[in-house]
């Protein structure tokens, strides 16, 4: 990996520590949940979006230079040389909220990020806004590799946010012909890995369906008729 993204793995530990609220929601989090893929499926990027609550921004313009941009929604600070995207509580327009977030976020490699299925949520939607744009192929990789780690999605984080654009969004990145290419896979690779990804499409796609509704209850059996008299024949 380049020194560029070592100096962005370090400066989200160290943003970890210092603010409790912070977590990780862009290429930084899908790598350190894709170290678990192992390291071939790991990808450096410039991109360590951050999601802060309200007091955590402000306890970081306390010590780094922030600013906002309103037509984006979103923030940016100087952090060590290095400019980070962040996304502020009840001041953006990303797809999941701020609490739910961070209530399912868990800390990988001592950075805390987004669970799979809300990065999944994210990345689609980012994904959508810039299909065929010069990011749009590390889009779909990101997500090729967050399915692949959606083994067993949590049905509870993905349904309020699994809509038939965000499901169609998935299909149309995951059914690309040229995906083992794009990831580095040869042919044999690449047949495994798309056989893993289907089977876990199902899953994730499972998790949009509404339940099955229970049958009416129907009224017990009548009791059987009692014996004329107390002794059986």
């Not at 921004?57 to 940016?76: G, I, T, Y």
Request: charged share 25%; aromatic share 6%.
């Amino acid at each position: 990996m380049d020194e560029t993204w070592e100096h962005l793995l370090h400066i989200s530990r160290t943003l970890t520590s210092e603010y409790g609220d912070a977590v990780f929601i862009g290429g930084v989090a899908v790598s350190c949940h894709a170290s678990r893929l192992g390291p071939n499926f790991q990808e450096s990027s410039h991109d360590a979006d951050l999601y802060l609550s309200l007091a955590g921004k402000a306890a970081m313009r306390d010590r780094h230079e922030v600013w906002h941009n309103p037509k984006l929604q979103k923030d940016s600070a100087l952090i060590e040389g290095e400019e980070l995207d962040i996304y502020v509580e009840r001041q953006h327009s990303l797809g999941v909220q701020y609490p739910e977030i961070f209530a399912a976020s868990e800390e990988i490699e001592g950075i805390r990020v987004a669970a799979l299925e809300h990065l999944l949520i994210l990345k689609l939607d980012a994904a959508k806004s810039r299909w065929g744009s010069g990011k749009g192929d590390k889009d779909v990789r990101d997500l090729a590799r967050i399915v692949a780690l959606l083994d067993k999605p949590e049905h509870e984080w993905l349904a309020p946010h699994l809509n038939a654009v965000r499901l169609e969004t998935l299909d149309r990145a995951m059914g690309r012909n040229d995906l083992p290419r794009l990831l580095g896979l040869n042919h044999h690779e690449g047949g495994k890995f798309r056989a893993w990804l289907d089977m876990n499409l199902v899953k994730i796609a499972r998790g949009n369906q509404a339940p099955p509704q229970a049958p009416p209850e129907e009224p017990p059996p009548p009791p059987p008729p009692r014996p004329a008299s107390g002794r059986r024949r």
